[in-house]
């Protein structure tokens, strides 16, 4: 083989083993590692992305950085300049519960930005979000507490994705603009009251918070219902929802992302948040000072007070 064509062909591989075109006009890389550092990830950004802001979501229990391609696709889509990351940040184990861990995986990443991701020349230090679904969600949150600890890089705002369970960590605020997508019955064994509810509860009006609960009626609650529809199949086949679930979660989690990252520097509305929605679904919106509490009345879950 000629020189300059073996040479093409190693810097063509190379570029293959790290970041394959996806969807449209996403790009995807594949799973990907930082030596001596816990953790897996992916990335994905819109062609022609500018990188000014970058979303770390953290994976649910048992789950890995493949299970959230059409989440992270829908994301990417709807804020075009944005990078989003998928991060296991204790990949072979069901346990995803670990501040310290997502902290050191994201730590990483920040430090070697420019290097991983060709798009990013600088690390976007004001619109850093971190975010997570179901048992990564609680990691983030006490991560997000933890910060002036745990984490080298500011955090402009947290998303929950059915964050569970939310009523182990220590107790302290979610002191950074919060949105926050869940449910209002419990399902896959995650009880309502302990994920993105209390998640919306325990985070600050004065900084705002954002609580979208999809109204759900599932009678299995501990194999069934949607707690599981952010991923792509489910997890483990479990708790899926159904394809228009799935699909309905995607998309509008992507629309609110874009709302945050536009909004949480300057204030957090709740007419910016009221976007439509093309579903049947029922959803019901707590933005700021809406206040909620559990109700006593099967499959509701929650009800708006005056607060």
């Given at each position: 083989?000629?020189?300059?064509?073996?040479?093409?062909?190693?810097?063509?591989?190379?570029?293959?083993?790290?970041?394959?075109?996806?969807?449209?006009?996403?790009?995807?890389?594949?799973?990907?590692?930082?030596?001596?550092?816990?953790?897996?990830?992916?990335?994905?950004?819109?062609?022609?992305?500018?990188?000014?802001?970058?979303?770390?979501?953290?994976?649910?229990?048992?789950?890995?950085?493949?299970?959230?391609?059409?989440?992270?696709?829908?994301?990417?889509?709807?804020?075009?300049?944005?990078?989003?990351?998928?991060?296991?940040?204790?990949?072979?184990?069901?346990?995803?519960?670990?501040?310290?861990?997502?902290?050191?995986?994201?730590?990483?990443?920040?430090?070697?930005?420019?290097?991983?991701?060709?798009?990013?020349?600088?690390?976007?230090?004001?619109?850093?979000?971190?975010?997570?679904?179901?048992?990564?969600?609680?990691?983030?949150?006490?991560a997000?507490?933890?910060?002036?600890?745990?984490?080298?890089?500011?955090?402009?705002?947290?998303?929950?994705?059915?964050?569970f369970?939310?009523?182990?960590?220590?107790?302290?605020?979610?002191?950074?603009?919060?949105?926050?997508?869940?449910?209002?019955?419990?399902?896959?064994g995650?009880?309502?009251?302990?994920?993105?509810?209390?998640?919306?509860?325990?985070?600050?009006?004065?900084t705002?918070?954002?609580?979208?609960?999809?109204?759900?009626?599932?009678?299995?609650?501990?194999?069934?219902?949607?707690?599981?529809?952010?991923?792509?199949?489910?997890?483990?086949?479990?708790?899926?929802?159904?394809?228009?679930?799935?699909?309905?979660?995607?998309?509008?989690?992507g629309?609110?992302?874009?709302?945050?990252?536009?909004?949480?520097?300057?204030?957090?509305e709740?007419?910016?948040?009221?976007?439509?929605?093309?579903?049947?679904?029922?959803?019901?919106l707590?933005?700021?000072?809406?206040?909620?509490?559990?109700?006593?009345?099967?499959?509701?879950?929650?009800?708006?007070?005056?607060?």
């Amino acid at each position: 083989m000629h020189a300059t064509a073996f040479l093409l062909w190693c810097y063509l591989f190379a570029i293959a083993a790290f970041v394959s075109a996806d969807d449209g006009d996403v790009i995807s890389s594949k799973t990907q590692t930082i030596s001596g550092v816990r953790g897996d990830f992916m990335y994905h950004y819109s062609q022609g992305s500018s990188c000014t802001s970058l979303v770390m979501l953290n994976v649910g229990t048992a789950m890995s950085v493949g299970d959230y391609d059409d989440l992270a696709n829908d994301v990417a889509t709807q804020s075009p300049d944005a990078v989003i990351f998928i991060v296991d940040n204790n990949p072979r184990s069901i346990n995803k519960q670990s501040a310290t861990k997502f902290a050191g995986i994201t730590n990483a990443i920040i430090g070697q930005l420019a290097d991983l991701v060709s798009v990013c020349e600088s690390v976007p230090t004001e619109k850093i979000f971190v975010g997570g679904h179901s048992a990564g969600g609680q990691a983030v949150i006490e991560a997000t507490q933890k910060r002036e600890e745990l984490l080298s890089y500011p955090v402009a705002g947290f998303i929950g994705m059915a964050p569970f369970n939310v009523g182990s960590v220590d107790g302290s605020p979610i002191d950074v603009p919060s949105l926050n997508w869940g449910f209002s019955k419990t399902s896959c064994g995650v009880t309502y009251t302990k994920a993105a509810m209390l998640a919306y509860q325990i985070s600050q009006p004065e900084t705002g918070r954002v609580f979208y609960q999809v109204v759900t009626h599932n009678f299995n609650t501990l194999t069934g219902g949607p707690h599981c529809s952010f991923t792509d199949r489910g997890c483990a086949g479990m708790c899926a929802g159904s394809a228009d679930m799935r699909s309905f979660m995607h998309e509008n989690v992507g629309k609110s992302v874009k709302v945050l990252i536009d909004n949480s520097a300057t204030g957090i509305e709740k007419s910016d948040f009221e976007f439509e929605m093309s579903s049947d679904e029922e959803v019901n919106l707590f933005v700021n000072e809406d206040t909620i509490m559990a109700s006593t009345k099967d499959g509701v879950g929650a009800v708006l007070t005056d607060g």
